[in-house]
């Protein structure tokens, strides 16, 4: 029962462009949504979160878009860039706890 | 700087030889999670203390446990590895797992082989 989807298990965009990465969940008791990021022979690293009172935070080049109704999540980068290459993973919990339910991941792919 | 740092990252053992890794943090967090990982999979949380709680998941085998002797040091014991059991293993720590947006800080993880 995979409660957190990632349905796109490969991402490639061109240096400059934008980089949308999706994430649907079934769990209508999330209410805390992440995104990590993750290179090869690392850790997942923190790299921003929405909390469901919100539809959408901005950190600098990255903004996370959430639609509750559509139980659904979205990552924009812009611009991308090469260094931005990595698996990026989606994750959800509730507020009975911190217990992360994560999705499968997307590798993105930037070409310079 | 504050971290969490997972021993070694890279290991090797045989079918069904006991095997422990390791995991230390120096951020002072009350939980720590062990998460495994297989390739292209979601990361799949096997336990978690908090403090000296510890909090087994429903469907983790039996032949994983864990220790935590301390606030700093937690270990992941696997009893007697299959070749099923080769995952990458990831240890986390967050500050309260009964808190709201929190979030995970994660080690480096420990790659392990099964031969």
């Known amino acids: 029962d995979q409660q957190v989807k990632q349905n796109s298990p490969s991402l490639s965009v061109q240096e400059g462009r934008i980089s949308i990465l999706n994430c649907d969940y079934t769990?209508?008791?999330?209410?805390?949504f992440l995104w990590y990021k993750k290179y090869p022979a690392e850790g997942p690293t923190f790299l921003i979160s929405?909390?469901?009172?919100?539809d959408k935070n901005e950190d600098g080049r990255f903004t996370v878009f959430l639609n509750k109704s559509a139980k659904h999540l979205s990552l924009h980068i812009v611009p991308s860039q090469p260094g931005d290459s990595a698996v990026y993973f989606c994750?959800?919990?509730?507020?009975?706890?911190?217990?992360?339910?994560f999705g499968e991941g997307t590798q993105l792919t930037v070409n310079p | 700087d504050a971290m969490v740092i997972q021993n070694p990252r890279y290991q090797v053992t045989q079918f069904g030889k006991p095997v422990t890794l390791s995991c230390s943090q120096t951020?002072?967090?009350?939980?720590m999670y062990w998460y495994q990982q297989k390739s292209s999979q979601a990361p799949k949380l096997l336990f978690h203390?908090?403090?000296?709680?510890?909090?087994n998941e429903a469907d983790t085998p039996d032949n994983f446990q864990s220790r935590r002797p301390n606030t700093s040091f937690c270990f992941l014991d696997i009893r007697s590895p299959g070749l099923g059991d080769a995952a990458m293993y990831l240890c986390?720590?967050?500050?309260?797992?009964?808190?709201?947006?929190?979030?995970?800080?994660f080690g480096s993880g420990t790659q392990l082989s099964v031969l």
């Open positions: 986390a720590t967050s500050r309260d797992p009964t808190g709201t947006n929190e979030k995970l800080f």
């Open positions: 769990n209508s008791m999330f209410d805390y």
């Open positions: 929405i909390s469901s009172i919100k």
């Open positions: 994750a959800a919990s509730g507020t009975s706890g911190s217990r992360l339910t």
């Open positions: 951020l002072n967090h009350n939980v």
């Open positions: 203390y908090y403090d000296k709680d510890f909090n």
